[in-house]
């Protein structure tokens, strides 16, 4: 779209809050993304600020300073990274022009994908490579593939593959980065994934099921060439299965670096049914549908069932009743839900007080239920001393931070869950939902389309789209991204209610009518927080009802009343003091006075 460009080199330079000969420069030294048009013996240059926002991301994440750079300007014109950090205050998003789809594509996966954090090193070959190249080596994980034929094993693969990214990167999180390459990466060759990635290393493997038996074959190879650095294969008891995975990120880990700062792990000995409910539950759990997370419980609840000392089986338990009890998902009322989710979270730790995922789940109850918001911060810091790369930690902390008012942080939290797991859709999303809360609709859009790319048919990135939309007066654009998601699920009534208010809003007010009807028919049928009925009527401009809802909402502890400070829905009651009033009762502060 005609906004994503920049059409010379002032622009380029004012985008960037550079001088034009700094830019020039880091086109030629450092790969910068112009694109170059000739008209006869004249010439034109053009950039794209998706691409350049990509490349940005890219040298941080890459930990290019270009202060250390002896090419680079003077203090006043402090390089791309400061730049980055600007953009964060006054740039446009990350846009995607359809007709460069994949070109787009590699930037944006280049751009966010080096992050997590991981191991060391042993063999003469690895450590010649490392002394060649000082700072954080890069290892590319594909995932694992299942080879076995069970109609359960993708699921138990996919956990697996999961739990080696965790506990490769808890061995050493600071010499070397570790790489989830989606699955669309399976057949890639490795010079490709040097190049796209900056990989040093790519690591592969399969796991195979064979009754009580299991099966894990890894193979590390170095990037560049493909050159085979170390394999091997493990058999055991499928009970033994979490003492294998310990026992092949230990392996990997000493082929990887210099000396280990830690013992091997010691096995921890696991029903093998209880691990594969559990397993096929967080597969279920990471989808984040209402349907789905439904099913994770049922399956949490099997693992807890055979095992009833399996402490992750409890965390995921807790995990999904209280996304159950969450907008837009709202399957059970916040007062059933979360209580059963502190339950369990409670009950994880009794059994394994280091489960940073429990410690997360009792810190957005904390916040966005009991209203608690000192008791929520101390168990997010918990959580994260626990895990310091634990995406899921910073992605809820992130929560904290925006109902608390602190937006810009909320950002800068919620970006680093995503360079943790650059390629997940939810944590894409979320970064786009703290733009949107800042109202930088524009970023928050592309931040949204950046998510839909991972995952085409990801729910809530369409919510979050046509919610920017919405704000931005794109009413059409707002309503076919609201249309588009009823036709997966047709009586979502988080998205009736977003669709009904930007009817109101955009003065179709009997359409708008037409839907609250619809909505509360539906609630005769199901549950239906207030919040949404309020939705409707604050977009109506019929306050004093927009405020009865919100006071039932607020009986019924909705989760998303923590966010009223700035959630820019509210803007029609802004100037009322009730929304004042309300706000102060939830404990939070009033609303920044840029939103008043």
Request: some cysteine.
């Amino acid at each position: 779209p005609p906004e994503d460009c920049l059409d010379s080199w002032k622009e380029i330079a004012d985008y960037l809050g550079r001088q034009v000969r700094t830019v020039q420069r880091w086109e030629k030294s450092e790969g910068m993304p112009i694109d170059r048009h000739f008209h006869g013996k004249a010439g034109t240059v053009k950039a794209y600020k998706s691409e350049i926002d990509a490349w940005l991301q890219q040298r941080h994440a890459l930990g290019k300073d270009p202060k250390e750079d002896p090419k680079e300007d003077s203090d006043s014109d402090p390089g791309p990274a400061a730049a980055e950090g600007e953009l964060r205050k006054t740039s446009a998003p990350p846009f995607s022009a359809q007709r460069r789809h994949l070109r787009y594509i590699a930037a944006f996966i280049l751009g966010i994908a080096v992050a997590i954090g991981l191991v060391f090193l042993s063999g003469r070959e690895l450590r010649g490579a490392f002394s060649r190249k000082p700072g954080r080596i890069i290892l590319a994980v594909k995932p694992f593939q299942g080879l076995g034929g069970n109609p359960d094993e993708e699921a138990i693969t996919q956990g697996f593959t999961e739990e080696m990214l965790s506990r490769l990167d808890l061995l050493h999180p600071e010499r070397l980065g570790v790489l989830k390459l989606p699955a669309s990466y399976a057949d890639i060759s490795p010079d490709q994934i040097s190049s796209k990635f900056k990989a040093d290393y790519i690591l592969e493997g399969s796991v195979r099921m064979d009754g009580q038996k299991f099966a894990i074959t890894a193979r590390l190879m170095e990037a560049k060439d493909g050159t085979h650095v170390w394999g091997n294969s493990y058999e055991g008891d499928l009970q033994e299965s979490i003492a294998m995975q310990n026992k092949v990120a230990f392996a990997v880990a000493l082929e990887v670096l210099d000396n280990l700062p830690h013992p091997e792990p010691p096995a921890v000995h696991v029903n093998r049914d209880a691990e594969v409910a559990y397993l096929q539950g967080r597969y279920f759990w990471d989808k984040r549908t209402a349907e789905s997370l439904s099913k994770a419980v049922d399956l949490f609840r099997k693992s807890i069932q055979i095992d009833p000392g399996y402490a992750p089986a409890y965390s995921g338990l807790a995990d999904s009743y209280s996304l159950l009890g969450t907008v837009p998902n709202n399957v059970i009322p916040p007062a059933e839900a979360f209580p059963k989710a502190e339950d369990a979270a409670r009950r994880a730790l009794q059994l394994d007080e280091s489960l940073a995922e429990a410690h997360v789940v009792l810190g957005y109850s904390n916040l966005v239920y009991e209203w608690k918001f000192q008791d929520a911060n101390r168990e997010f810091q918990r959580a994260l001393q626990l895990q310091p790369k634990n995406a899921n930690a910073h992605h809820f902390y992130a929560y904290y931070l925006t109902a608390t008012g602190q937006l810009e942080k909320a950002t800068e939290e919620a970006e680093t869950a995503l360079n943790l797991d650059p390629v997940s859709p939810i944590l894409s999303t979320a970064v786009g939902e703290t733009l949107y809360q800042r109202r930088l609709y524009d970023r928050a859009i592309g931040q949204n389309r950046a998510a839909l790319m991972l995952d085409q048919a990801y729910l809530p990135a369409l919510v979050n789209l046509g919610r920017a939309f919405a704000q931005k007066g794109m009413h059409q654009q707002a309503r076919d991204a609201f249309q588009k998601i009823l036709t997966f699920v047709p009586e979502d009534p988080a998205v009736l209610s977003l669709l009904a208010n930007d009817y109101a809003v955009s003065g179709d007010k009997a359409a708008a009518r037409k839907v609250l009807i619809q909505l509360q028919n539906l609630a005769k049928k199901r549950y239906v927080p207030s919040l949404y009925i309020a939705v409707v009527h604050a977009g109506l401009g019929e306050n004093d009802q927009a405020f009865q809802w919100l006071e039932k909402a607020y009986q019924e502890r909705c989760d998303y009343l923590v966010y009223l400070p700035s959630e820019p829905l509210g803007d029609t009651l802004r100037s009322d003091p009730r929304y004042a009033e309300l706000i102060h009762r939830l404990g939070l502060q009033t609303p920044p006075a840029q939103m008043q």
